[in-house]
């Protein structure tokens, strides 16, 4: 079956669904969803069937999800939905990178976490010191064989594309995981899909709070994205806590959120808050719906 792409998007273009009240008519706009859904899948073919093909489900779950959330603040739905799928493809292709690199390799949490933490605090230390000397030490130290080691160092750097990371606990995640915690990669839709583009927008709207808000926000943001900020990056963006950065690069232990409060004079509560409020605003930046 041949795919018209153009068919499609004029389809997707001329759709009344987001005419509708999804309340008060209710059956007309299921109906009009459901062939949204269908316009989008075939669309996502006729731009490439072989390489989209197989991922029918996973096209059904982010075109229903887009449906779910677009608003007309948003901009043009086609653009919006190739946003999300642009990201839920990338994480697809991650974990199959993930899955086949690293197949077989069973390892704890611990040891993710003490290999990804050793190295980099070694490589603080001592720059010059070689990978295979520094695998064969944490090897000995750690009892367990050298090779996975070598694995686990792989696991802890691979980077899968721009705007993704593989974690310490060697799981694929956007830089908004590290911002709010817990955020889903379906719930990620947005359309500034670069590192540098959000730290940007983290810093301008870093820029627009009180004086008296930056110390706190600036430490708690860097708390949270310190491992994934360069040493160039770190210089270039004034949210940027040289305080926290430098415990992190020396030390490797980061302040908890209770002693940031102590810090400053606060309870906890008030930190969360100032830190909820910081990103509902980020949020409207980039116009992200899924930070809580």
Same mark, same amino acid.
């Given at each position: 079956?041949?795919?018209?792409?153009?068919?499609?998007?004029?389809?997707?273009?001329?759709?009344?669904?987001?005419?509708?009240?999804?309340?008060?008519?209710?059956?007309?706009?299921?109906?009009?969803?459901?062939?949204?859904?269908?316009? @989008?899948?075939?669309?996502?073919? =006729?731009?490439?069937?072989?390489?989209?093909? *197989?991922?029918?489900? &996973? /096209?059904?779950?982010?075109?229903?999800?887009?449906?779910?959330?677009?608003?007309?603040?948003?901009?043009?739905?086609?653009?919006?939905?190739?946003?999300?799928?642009?990201?839920?493809?990338?994480?697809?292709?991650?974990?199959?990178?993930?899955?086949?690199?690293?197949?077989?390799?069973?390892?704890?949490?611990?040891?993710?976490?003490?290999?990804?933490?050793?190295?980099?605090?070694?490589?603080?230390?001592?720059?010059?010191?070689?990978?295979?000397?520094?695998?064969?030490?944490?090897?000995?130290?750690?009892?367990?064989?050298?090779?996975?080691?070598?694995?686990?160092?792989?696991?802890?750097?691979?980077?899968?594309?721009?705007?993704?990371?593989?974690?310490?606990?060697?799981?694929?995640?956007?830089?908004?995981?590290? @911002?709010?915690?817990?955020?889903? =990669?379906?719930?990620?839709?947005?359309?500034? *899909?670069?590192?540098? &583009? /959000?730290?940007?927008?983290?810093?301008?709207?870093?820029?627009?709070?009180?004086?008296?808000?930056?110390?706190?926000?600036?430490?708690?943001?860097?708390?949270?994205?310190?491992?994934?900020?360069?040493?160039?990056?770190?210089?270039?963006?004034?949210?940027?806590?040289?305080?926290?950065?430098?415990?992190?690069?020396?030390?490797?232990?980061?302040?908890?959120?209770?002693?940031?409060?102590?810090?400053?004079?606060?309870?906890?509560?008030?930190?969360?808050?100032?830190?909820?409020?910081?990103?509902?605003?980020?949020?409207?930046?980039?116009?992200?719906?899924?930070?809580?």
């Amino acid at each position: 079956m041949q795919y018209d792409k153009k068919k499609y998007e004029r389809q997707i273009k001329e759709s009344r669904l987001f005419e509708l009240d999804r309340e008060t008519q209710y059956t007309a706009f299921k109906r009009e969803a459901y062939k949204m859904v269908e316009y @989008l899948y075939c669309y996502l073919l =006729a731009v490439n069937k072989q390489k989209y093909e *197989e991922y029918g489900c &996973e /096209i059904t779950k982010i075109a229903t999800l887009c449906i779910n959330n677009f608003r007309r603040d948003k901009g043009d739905f086609l653009h919006y939905f190739n946003a999300a799928w642009k990201l839920e493809y990338q994480h697809i292709m991650g974990n199959q990178t993930h899955i086949e690199r690293f197949h077989g390799l069973k390892v704890t949490e611990e040891e993710k976490r003490a290999v990804s933490k050793y190295i980099r605090l070694a490589t603080n230390i001592d720059a010059g010191i070689s990978d295979e000397t520094l695998y064969l030490k944490l090897a000995a130290a750690m009892e367990i064989p050298v090779e996975k080691v070598r694995k686990l160092a792989q696991m802890a750097i691979v980077q899968i594309s721009s705007d993704t990371y593989v974690n310490e606990a060697g799981e694929i995640r956007i830089i908004w995981d590290q @911002l709010a915690g817990n955020i889903s =990669a379906e719930a990620s839709i947005y359309e500034k *899909e670069t590192i540098k &583009e /959000i730290l940007f927008a983290i810093n301008q709207v870093f820029q627009g709070l009180q004086q008296r808000q930056k110390p706190i926000i600036s430490d708690m943001i860097t708390i949270k994205l310190c491992d994934q900020l360069s040493e160039t990056q770190s210089s270039q963006y004034s949210f940027v806590s040289k305080e926290i950065m430098d415990a992190w690069t020396t030390t490797g232990v980061l302040p908890t959120q209770r002693e940031i409060a102590k810090k400053y004079g606060r309870d906890e509560a008030s930190i969360s808050r100032s830190v909820k409020d910081f990103l509902n605003k980020l949020r409207k930046e980039v116009r992200l719906d899924g930070i809580k």
